[in-house]
């Protein structure tokens, strides 16, 4: 923009002047810049909604649809300390005795002590010092198998700690198995142990010349070898065993922690589990239909109009955040799609449906039928009344005190509850979809038009550029116009000052 310097000869305030000329023009840039940013708040409070309804829908509503939300059970075991167990959704209901006969074990062996003719064998000892010739054989047999054998040669050089490192990156024949070694100059000693429990990663030692000069042989006594073994338990009478401690029968993963017998395993439904799911299933609802509430429900806030920027230099920095924020939460207010998705919600929420009963009646039921239902619309604070409540619910205060019909039901009748709840909420998973189909205006898996939005939001910007260039035009005339004045003005003086100068000398 070009330096603009007037008045300086008619003594005119020109830039209030022509500011209150194009004050029209500047309103209509104001606008057009305080509607866009009032369109990217309202954008901000939709991808924020949207985020929650798809938590909702990809969340607790989604897993209720099917039945292993329902299948919930869980194992009892009567010597806890013994073992642990994690039940699995196709365990059997089943009372089972458990022995557990042998824990899994690592191999070890603590070799013994190396010697030179000067003393313990350091790791900078040299190989012929200890008696060892170049092609002499260290070999340990993997699993019990001798045809998987981890073997290095002795070559020129070689001193402990080099025989050392090619140990350590030695893997067996067969499977590739690696063991760990470690050599203490301290006590003149190799130590060698299995990097996994069970029999399978367990090693043998092959006997050889250079096997007993380095102490990697095994006493008469067999007392410095542990050798690796698999847990062994027997179940109901049948033997299993494993690598590892854990054991994984007929939709049970047990853990052995140490050497028992005559432990019973008990296995049932796990009420308190599907208990739980309808309880989070109701709560994740509650949590949405009050915001959809809050949202709908707010001062629309119309007397706060969008703040330029020349009246936010009046005001500190708090007093325009309580401003703007009074805008906002008002700016979903009345909003036609909240209140549609509000009552479909609150519609499928509220359906019946025909289930089967143990006793092979069909029975129409609805929440309420469990104990479901929203407080008293009169005592129920606006925000709240589409919250519902679980009767005999510990931690909801207005209905603790009720009979627990939920629970009842799960424990007399849990085939109905399940049948049900998953009905339910195949429903309301439909209906959702069905709002958040993509269209001309909206993506998919939206509930508000973000398209539609993401268009008027680059409108604005040609609309911003259009207002800003017709206010610089507008400026740029009167500019012009009061600079061709100043410029006459400045003959005009520059005349008169010359004429008095003449009089002047002439008198």
Do not use: C
Not at 40 to 68: A, E, P
Not at 172 to 194: A, I
Not at 413 to 418: I, L, R, T
């Amino acid at each position: 923009m070009p330096i603009r310097i007037t008045g300086m000869n008619s003594g005119l305030d020109t830039e209030s002047i022509i500011t209150a000329l194009t004050q029209s023009k500047q309103d209509k840039l104001d606008k057009a810049k305080g509607d866009q940013k009032k369109l990217t708040w309202t954008q901000d409070k939709w991808k924020d909604l949207n985020k929650k309804v798809i938590s909702f829908y990809n969340g607790s509503l989604s897993n209720m649809r099917f039945s292993t939300a329902y299948t919930k059970k869980t194992t009892s075991v009567s010597n806890s300390s013994a073992a642990s167990v994690i039940t699995g959704e196709n365990a059997m209901d089943a009372t089972q005795t458990l022995d557990i006969t042998r824990l899994s074990k690592s191999a070890y062996l603590t070799g013994q002590e190396v010697k030179t003719d000067s003393g313990k064998a350091s790791k900078s000892t040299t190989a012929s010092e200890l008696g060892l010739t170049v092609g002499d054989k260290i070999k340990f047999a993997i699993g019990g198998d001798e045809s998987d054998v981890l073997e290095v040669s002795i070559e020129e050089g070689d001193t402990v700690d080099s025989i050392l490192s090619k140990l350590k990156n030695a893997s067996s024949s067969g499977t590739g198995t690696k063991l760990n070694f470690n050599y203490d100059e301290n006590n003149g000693r190799f130590f060698v142990s299995s990097k996994e429990a069970g029999k399978a990663a367990s090693f043998e030692v092959l006997e050889s010349t250079a096997m007993t000069k380095l102490g990697l042989t095994v006493k008469s006594d067999g007392s410095n070898y542990i050798a690796g073994t698999s847990a062994e338990i027997v179940l109901n009478g049948e033997t299993y065993t494993s690598d590892s401690n854990t054991f994984e029968i007929n939709g049970l993963t047990i853990t052995a922690n140490e050497v028992a017998s005559g432990i019973t395993l008990t296995t049932k439904q796990d009420t308190s589990g599907i208990y739980d799911n309808i309880k989070t299933l109701i709560k994740d609802y509650n949590a949405l239909m009050k915001e959809f509430a809050t949202l709908y429900n707010a001062d629309k806030a119309s007397k706060y109009k969008m703040l330029t920027d020349d009246q936010k230099e009046e005001l500190s920095d708090k007093e325009v955040e309580e401003w703007e924020n009074k805008i906002k939460e008002g700016l979903l207010s009345k909003d036609e799609t909240i209140g549609t998705i509000r009552n479909a919600m609150r519609d499928v929420m509220g359906s019946s449906f025909n289930i089967t009963m143990k006793d092979g009646t069909t029975k129409s039921l609805s929440l309420a039928s469990f104990g479901i239902t929203t407080g008293s619309y009169f005592s129920t604070e606006e925000n709240e009344r589409d919250v519902l409540h679980i009767d005999g619910d510990p931690d909801d205060t207005s209905t603790s005190g009720n009979t627990d019909l939920l629970k009842q039901m799960i424990s007399t009748d849990p085939q109905a509850v399940q049948d049900f709840f998953m009905n339910l909420s195949k429903s309301v998973y439909s209906s959702l979809s069905n709002l958040m189909k993509g269209t001309e205006y909206s993506s998919s898996f939206t509930i508000y038009e973000d398209k539609l939005m993401a268009s008027q939001y680059s409108a604005y910007n040609t609309k911003i550029s259009d207002a800003q260039s017709a206010l610089e035009a507008a400026q740029d005339k009167l500019y012009s116009k009061f600079s061709k004045m100043e410029t006459a003005l400045s003959k005009i003086n520059s005349t008169s000052g010359s004429l008095s100068g003449f009089f002047g000398s002439g008198g």
